[in-house]
Structure formats: structure tokens, C-alpha cells
């Protein structure tokens, strides 16, 4: 809890009820950058703490218009997590869009929150 409370002159401001609302930003690393297919890209990130560990991470990628998960992982006990997935049917060149999502949880003081987007090229 935070209380606000704001000075000027003789007049004083104060707000009890105050709320934070922190947005949770994790890191997302991909390698390699290229590939081919039947090949695997590695997946690594870390969420902020306090409390990060065992959190869900949703690994997801983009899909037209929208971001699809196709595979969730927790953290470890410093808040790191992995992952990796085998491209199986790409044709040609095809550049994939990936991100990070982790959703609010109860205990982890942060509201939902995406990675940055990480691109990967696989050759088929």
C-alpha cells in the first residue's frame, strides 16, 4: 500500500487509496536467427522479481492477426525460464514473429505484460 500525499503552501492533498499497477516486461532471447527446416530454435528469458519463480510463461507467435501459444513453461527459482520448438512444415523462406507473454497471477505483483518481438528465419 502507498499512501500519496501532496504539500503546497497550506493546502494539503492526500490519497489513501492510492494503486500502483506495474506492467510485467520479460526478456526473450531466440537462437539461432536462421534455420532450416526440421531444425529447433532455443527460447530464454527472465521475469522481473519479487516472486518469480514458478511462473507461467506463454511462449506464442504470431499468426496473421493474432498470437497463437504453442507452448507454456515456468520459471526457475531466479525467475529464468526455456524452451524450444521444431519447425516442421515451413516451405521456403518464412519469417516467424515470437514473444513472450505472462499473464496476472496470484502473489506476483505484476499486471499482464509482453516481450519484445524476437524474429526467426527457417528455410524449408
Keep these: 500500500k502507498l ?6 503552501n497550506n493546502k494539503v492533498i492526500s490519497r489513501p487509496d492510492l494503486r500502483i ?31 518469480n519463480e514458478g511462473r507461467r510463461v506463454s511462449l506464442q507467435a504470431e499468426a496473421g492477426k493474432k498470437w497463437r501459444t504453442f507452448k507454456t513453461v515456468k520459471t526457475d527459482e531466479r ?17 516467424y514473429k515470437f514473444r513472450a507473454q505472462v499473464k496476472r497471477q496470484a502473489g ?3 499486471e499482464r ?8 528465419v527457417v528455410v524449408g
Design 113 to 120: 505484460g509482453v516481450s519484445p518481438k524476437r524474429k526467426v
Design 21 to 51: 499497477r506495474a506492467v510485467v516486461v520479460p526478456t526473450l532471447g531466440t537462437r539461432p536467427k536462421r534455420l532450416r527446416n526440421g531444425q529447433r530454435v532455443f527460447f530464454n528469458g527472465a521475469l522481473p522479481g519479487p516472486n
Design 79 to 95: 525467475g529464468r525460464f526455456r524452451g524450444l520448438y521444431r519447425f516442421v512444415s515451413t516451405q521456403g523462406q518464412v519469417t
Design 108 to 110: 506476483y505483483p505484476y
Design 3 to 8: 499512501d500519496l500525499v501532496y504539500r503546497f
